[in-house]
Nanobody
Framework: QVQVVESGGGLVQAGGSLRLSCTAS????????MGWYRQAPGKQRELVAQ???????NYADSVKGRFTISRDNIKNTVYLQMNSLNSEDTAVYFC??????????????WGQGTQVTVSS
């Protein structure tokens, strides 16, 4: 099995920055895509940013130019640098990774989520 743990959320003023981290651990054989999703109150979970094992990135239009996703394949860690935050970025942010664990076929794993609150 694979465990996914996020960190780095918190309260920040509008215009500020935060950096989220997410580490996958366990009996990992390989990790494919890693990504960040978010869910605001009363809304569906949405993709924020995604990165392949080769470093190819994909962003939601609403965060392009403000957020940067990166990963460290040695540490099985993905980061989300969030700049110029605004109130619409307030949400619970979830990490997702598509991984192959020992004796387990490829599947998606989710973290518990970390709260990001942007005050105006």
């Amino acid at each position: 099995q694979v465990q996914v743990v996020e960190s780095g959320g918190g309260l920040v003023q509008a215009g500020g920055s935060l950096r989220l981290s997410c580490t996958a651990s366990g009996r990992i054989v390989s990790i494919n895509d890693m990504g960040w999703y978010r869910q605001a109150p009363g809304k569906q979970r949405e993709l924020v940013a995604q990165i392949t094992s080769d470093g190819i990135t994909n962003y939601a239009d609403s965060v392009k130019g403000r957020f940067t996703i990166s990963r460290d394949n040695i540490k099985n860690t993905v980061y989300l640098q969030m700049n110029s935050l605004n109130s619409e970025d307030t949400a619970v942010y979830f990490c997702n990774c598509n991984a192959h664990a020992l004796f387990v076929d490829w599947r998606n794993y989710w973290g518990q989520g970390t709260q990001v609150t942007v005050s105006s």
